[in-house]
Structures are given as structure tokens and as C-alpha cells.
């Protein structure tokens, strides 16, 4: 069974920095791209980075670009998103996300598994 977690969320003031990581189990996931994703209260869920199999390409919304940084540990089945410079607009639940497909996506739609997601609140 595919099970997604994810950790490292709270209360952070403006410029500050958080940690995000997602364990996956179930299987292993080296062969799949993983994403993090976020929704605010009264938004769309909506793509904040992606990572590809092996690691080796990362992509970014605007948004976050030059702020945060997707890393993966494939030993460990998990991903990691770093945050820096946050600001109180990236405050909403972070979600992880598995694509059984081999190449990245930044839809919502093309991702599989997801975890139950993890608050983060950015105070101003």
C-alpha cells in the first residue's frame, strides 16, 4: 500500500525558513517523479516544485523560484523541500505527491499518490 507523510510544517515569521520532508513506503519510488504541492484556504491546489527520478532536474513555480529547494534521497524514499525568505502568501497546506509516470508534470491531475499534507502558517 502507498503511503505518503509528511512532516516538518508550523509557525514560522516572515523570512524565515522551514523543512519539509516526505516519507514515502510501500514500494520504492527511485523511478518516479515526485512534486510538493500546496492550497490555501479557498484556492485551487496548486504546483510548487517538482523533482525528477534521479534527481537531477528540478522545476519551480515562479512564485518560489531563487526561495525554495526540492532535494530527494531515493535510499530513503524521501523528499525534501526547503524553504527560505517565506513569506506570509506561501502560508497553506504542503502536500507531496508520487506520479507513476516516468517524466515530470507540474498538473495536479498527472500525480497518483498524495499525502495528507502538512501546515505551514508564515506569520507577517
Known amino acids: 500500500q502507498v503511503q505518503l507523510v509528511e512532516s516538518g510544517g508550523g509557525l514560522v515569521q516572515a523570512g524565515g525558513s522551514l523543512r519539509l520532508s516526505c516519507a514515502a513506503s510501500?514500494?520504492?519510488?527511485?523511478?518516479?517523479?515526485m512534486g510538493w504541492f500546496r492550497q490555501a484556504p479557498g484556492t485551487e491546489r496548486e504546483f510548487v516544485a517538482g523533482i525528477s527520478p534521479i534527481g537531477g532536474n528540478t522545476y519551480y513555480a515562479d512564485s518560489v523560484k531563487g526561495r525554495f529547494t526540492i532535494s530527494r534521497d531515493n535510499a530513503k524514499n524521501t523528499v525534501y523541500l526547503q524553504m527560505s525568505s517565506l513569506k506570509p502568501e506561501d502560508t497553506a497546506v504542503y502536500y507531496c505527491?508520487?506520479?507513476?509516470?516516468?517524466?515530470?508534470?507540474?498538473?495536479?491531475?498527472?500525480?497518483?499518490?498524495w499525502g495528507q499534507g502538512t501546515q505551514v502558517t508564515v506569520s507577517s
Open positions: 510501500g514500494r520504492a519510488y527511485s523511478n518516479n517523479p
Open positions: 505527491a508520487v506520479r507513476n509516470r516516468p517524466y515530470h508534470t507540474a498538473d495536479r491531475a498527472d500525480y497518483n499518490y
